[in-house]
């Protein structure tokens, strides 16, 4: 594809490439050879150099990928050799190093447990990349679906956004239908049973996973919900009374301890749980409850390194072979810098014009004040004598009384004066604050339950919002807010799926 051009040739960085110029073409995305198969590689290479596809086309990929979804169960069955891939969050330059960590894409089967967009800028990249190869590679490419793939947080977080931005509405609808069709687990080689969240008090047996009508919103209760949201309870030993815990962290489904756990496996003769839905310091988390020589009974798996460009943690993808599970470990990549919230670089300057104009007035009002104060002592040193000389008595004391309500005048406005410099003053301070710290606060910002600052915490300038930014374990703690399924309201509406040997009709 045709690069930007450069005609003033005035990049700042020569060494890096400029973005392709225009949109993948259709031939090059699906050319001839592949039989209306998508070509991966070219796509891989395009979308790394920032590149775009046409709407149109982006259409045609997820209609193909979903003729191959809607008909896979919501139990899967899969055997190793099997790479399983935690949370991605839109973090496209660190999804293409896990390929390389993971294994080569045409040879590896691969199963990823959800939670594909939000959170990072490259939510789009990372569904047009992963779509294309599940349908070049359907019988070694699987998806399960996470809780972010929803309507409720894809709203609330930046991926509804991200599609406006690069798309519409009409995208981001037809992306939402499509995660309606996701499986929502899988049996490892018959010992492992492999979620997005956890287990679920209305999970007996597995037979109950293939119940669930899957085709719509996820709901705020009940099985469906749990294993996409539920948590392992955050202690050694698992212990929990009655094995189970609403989950105050998320807002809804259950903390679940080792009770609970362990009856579910014995039940259904599996010895793991392997899931994803938690950030974890080193990629991943071996949950020994019945102790450290024991096989763990859950494992969290977590494949989004530096989460947010925060958090500072590994990623981590597992791998089974031969019967036995491997961690592969993986740090993160450096991307290309986006403005946050995908604003525009008009957006963007408007607290540095802001900082300019507020400086502009300062100095104005100050201006203004000592030149009131030059013309007060002005008048008391010189005029004042000079007008007494040439006045009769009774003048004389007009003119004191004049010059006591002029006093009394000039203390008013110069109260005033003070008093809107103290304002301006106050207002120069934050939006320096504001400048210099943009994107730490819009980090910040992320990480606070209504999306707004700490009341007083741009007064206190850089140092307090750099110490808010600092440490894994404090950033988990401030983000966990976020971890909450929203408070929105989104219509139960089925999707039309035809199964096959099946007439078309309303899940």
């Known amino acids: 594809m045709e690069l930007l051009r450069d005609p003033s040739n005035d990049r700042v960085v020569k060494t890096l490439k400029p973005p392709p110029h225009r949109p993948l073409s259709n031939q090059l995305m699906f050319p001839d050879k592949l039989k209306n198969k998508p070509d991966w590689r070219i796509l891989l290479d395009h979308l790394s150099k920032e590149g775009r596809i046409a709407k149109d086309d982006l259409i045609k990929l997820v209609s193909e990928c979903n003729k191959i979804l809607k008909n896979e169960g919501n139990l899967i069955y899969l055997h190793d050799p099997l790479t399983v891939v935690g949370d991605i969050h839109g973090q496209y330059y660190d999804l293409v190093k896990m390929f390389d960590v993971g294994g080569n894409i045409e040879t590896t089967k691969y199963l990823f447990l959800g939670d594909f967009v939000d959170r990072g800028s490259f939510s789009i990249e990372v569904i047009v990349l992963v779509y294309a190869i599940k349908i070049n590679f359907p019988n070694t490419i699987f998806f399960l679906r996470g809780n972010h793939e929803c309507r409720q947080l894809t709203s609330f977080f930046n991926f509804k956004d991200e599609c406006l931005y690069k798309y519409d509405q009409e995208t981001y609808d037809f992306l939402m239908d499509s995660f309606d069709l996701f499986p929502l687990a899988c049996v490892v080689n018959n010992k492992f049973l492999a979620i997005h969240g956890g287990i679920s008090p209305d999970l007996k047996t597995l037979e109950d996973i293939k119940?669930?009508?899957?085709?719509?919103?996820?709901?705020?209760?009940?099985?469906?919900?749990?294993?996409?949201?539920?948590?392992?309870?955050?202690?050694?030993?698992?212990?929990?009374?009655?094995?189970?815990?609403?989950?105050?962290?998320?807002?809804?489904?259950?903390?679940?301890?080792?009770?609970?756990?362990?009856?579910?496996?014995?039940?259904?003769?599996?010895?793991?749980?392997?899931?994803?839905?938690?950030?974890?310091?080193?990629?991943?988390?071996?949950?020994?409850?019945?102790?450290?020589?024991?096989?763990?009974?859950?494992?969290?798996?977590?494949?989004?390194?530096?989460?947010?460009?925060?958090?500072?943690?590994?990623?981590?993808?597992?791998?089974?072979?031969?019967?036995?599970?491997?961690?592969?470990?993986?740090?993160?990549?450096?991307?290309?810098?986006?403005?946050?919230?995908?604003?525009?670089?008009?957006?963007?300057?408007?607290?540095?014009?802001?900082?300019?104009?507020?400086?502009?007035?300062?100095?104005?009002?100050?201006?203004?004040?000592?030149?009131?104060?030059?013309?007060?002592?002005?008048?008391?040193?010189?005029?004042?004598?000079?007008?007494?000389?040439?006045?009769?008595?009774?003048?004389?004391?007009?003119?004191?009384?004049?010059?006591?309500?002029?006093?009394?005048?000039?203390?008013?406005?110069?109260?005033?004066?003070?008093?809107?410099?103290?304002?301006?003053?106050?207002m120069m301070k934050m939006q320096k604050t504001l400048r210099e710290e943009n994107e730490s606060i819009v980090l910040l910002k992320g990480a606070c339950p209504d999306k707004r600052l700490p009341k007083g915490l741009l007064l206190q300038g850089k140092e307090a919002i750099t110490d808010a930014l600092q440490e894994f374990n404090y950033m988990k703690l401030a983000d966990s807010i976020n971890e909450k399924m929203p408070n929105i309201q989104i219509p139960q509406q089925s999707i039309q799926i035809k199964k096959p040997g099946q007439s078309s009709k309303k899940k």
């Not at 599970?325 to 008009?346: A, R």
């Not at 005048?409 to 008093?419: T, Y």
């Open 211 to 426: 119940k669930i009508d899957r085709y719509h919103e996820p709901p705020r209760s009940g099985l469906f919900c749990d294993i996409l949201w539920s948590d392992p309870v955050d202690n050694d030993q698992g212990s929990l009374e009655n094995g189970w815990r609403g989950n105050e962290v998320r807002g809804c489904s259950w903390f679940f301890g080792v009770d609970a756990v362990h009856r579910f496996l014995q039940r259904n003769n599996l010895i793991s749980v392997i899931r994803a839905h938690e950030a974890q310091l080193e990629g991943y988390k071996m949950h020994r409850w019945k102790g450290s020589s024991d096989f763990p009974v859950v494992i969290t798996i977590f494949s989004a390194p530096n989460y947010c460009d925060i958090y500072k943690n590994k990623g981590a993808v597992i791998k089974f072979e031969n019967n036995t599970l491997n961690i592969q470990q993986f740090k993160d990549t450096p991307h290309p810098y986006l403005l946050p919230n995908f604003m525009d670089v008009f957006s963007w300057s408007i607290p540095f014009v802001t900082e300019k104009v507020t400086e502009m007035l300062y100095m104005l009002l100050k201006h203004e004040d000592q030149d009131q104060e030059s013309e007060d002592e002005k008048i008391n040193q010189q005029d004042i004598e000079k007008f007494k000389q040439i006045t009769q008595s009774e003048k004389t004391k007009i003119f004191e009384k004049n010059k006591s309500l002029q006093k009394q005048l000039s203390k008013s406005g110069k109260e005033k004066l003070r008093s809107r410099l103290k304002f301006v003053a106050t």
